[in-house]
């Protein structure tokens, strides 16, 4: 299918006008980043801004946030346009609306959007937006991830579909109180989401000044001439795939210890057609009815498949800059059958969806490896999210942690160690900005050694960290891999599966699953995460006898491993080819 060329403004101007556009989505996230107070958004970066046309098209997005944030802002832009619609209400200006149904636009409810209407006189045109998460919205215990045992949406926390938070420039303060009154730390979680009503704020103004310089005819034909720009550009990269049927097959952990919850497929089919493409999730597991681990549709299914495809396809150090906008999804056609993991019905829970959605994208990364080899990544290592929490005088503190899995090997690089992968770049947490305003110690991190999967290029390795409680408090997580090791591909090898440790004061210590409900802690005992290591990419013993002798010189890999794995024999301390030679060869 081929794309009209817009013609009714020129490249020149355009360009402009999207370096424009796109600073004033990167303001907005600095601007929140700088007045939050939490370490989730303040450090962790887990948030998103954007900017919307009048319909909700996406027309730049900050380039520093996550793609789980920032993606889905579209999303819950255009689904409350829909509610305001059926409920007769107007957008006015000074209006900032608060939104976070999961069923309707939001990726799960801790991510919570602010959004602004922005208007050029009378006329709508366009909304600034953000999303962040935030650390407790009055779930069922503390904090706003690990709530494994909700049973419904209900038990997730506060719902606030499209609540005028600001209306017509007058602060709601019922909505804020009621809101102060439900969260465990309403200071942090009152201050963050004032901090994003700051950022959507400066965004509309951003907006209104580029209109003015440029007048709106000529943004609104810039913006749609980009987001015809960045379709082609997707339309040219998917007829670049041979035209066929791609499908792949992975599994997550589900509650490992409930035999009718456990080992849940998800399962990706691709079919290319010309400039076109169909993911089907076909054989998807079916929703689980009384567990969060469903997937939300629009928010989470639809960011994790088009993130991938846009990572692998359009990949940025090939393609360099590419605008980030709804035109991207254009070509792409989601098949998803209604009551599955990935698209639940309400109301099915689905706050933990977070690590199944990244193993879906990791599916859907295995897929197209069928199709374009040499441009994806092997099995990749899951993330984790962990809530540590506890109660001093009648107040809570609340920490959540991302904790980072690892990247398989790639086509002509090794796989990345212990970061966040995929739908989720967000960054860890500084131990000292920790140990500063928690009572707890970080007693270990360092690389997880000798587990990467073997291959050409080795997969990546997770990291092992360990928090021990200065004072009585709790935990929960969420999280995928305790069973299935990340996909060797082309040869390479599986990579390790994660570990949870729960290592008590008097010295004991309990394995956990990946899933663990609210459980109490008493001082000193330590939280000990240990993270999976990523799948290798080729023959193990077609890598460079070098690259391997560089790897157990910075204690990667054991001498053991590099002779066992690849082949490789050191004798003492020093590269020995001759063995090598023969060993790879016997």
Known sequence: MEQ???QSIDPVTASVIQGALQNIAIEMGYKLMRMSYSSIIRESEDFGTALTDAKGNQLAESVQSTPLQSGPIPGYVKNVIEVFERRGTAFKHGDVIMHNDPYGGASHGPDIALIVPVFYGDILIGFSGTTAHHLDVGALSPGSCGIVDAIDVYAEGLQFKAIKVYDGGERNEAVWQILKDNVRAPGMVVGDMEAQVAACQIGAERFIDLVDRFGLQAVDDASEALMDYSERLMR????????GV??????????????????LPLVVTITISGDEMEVDLEGTAPQVPDRPINMPLIGTVDISIWLTVRSVLLDSDIFGYIPQNSGLTRPITLKVPRGCLANPIFPAPVIA????????ADTVMKALAGAVPEQVSAGIGNLKVIAFSGLKEETHWVHMEIFEGSYGGRYNRNGMDAVDTLYANTR???????????????TRYELREDTSGAGRTRGGLGACRAFQFLEPGGFSVEGEGHKFAPWGFKGGNDGKTAELHLIHANGKSESLTSKVPY???????????????????GEAFERSPEDVYEDVLDELISEETAERDYGVIISHGKLDLEATAKRRHA
């Open 236 to 243: 040219n990269a998917i007829r670049d795939v041979p035209d």
């Open 4 to 6: 009209k060329i817009q």
């Open 428 to 442: 860890n947490n500084p131990i000292e900005d920790i140990e500063s305003h928690l009572p707890m110690r970080v």
């Open 246 to 263: 791609y499908s792949a097959k992975t599994f997550i952990d589900g509650f490992l210890e409930d035999p009718d919850r456990r080992d």
């Open 353 to 360: 969806r977070f690590t199944p959605g990244n193993q879906l």
């Open 519 to 537: 459980h109490t802690t008493e001082t000193g005992d330590t939280f000990l995460a240990i993270g999976p290591s990523a799948g290798g990419y």
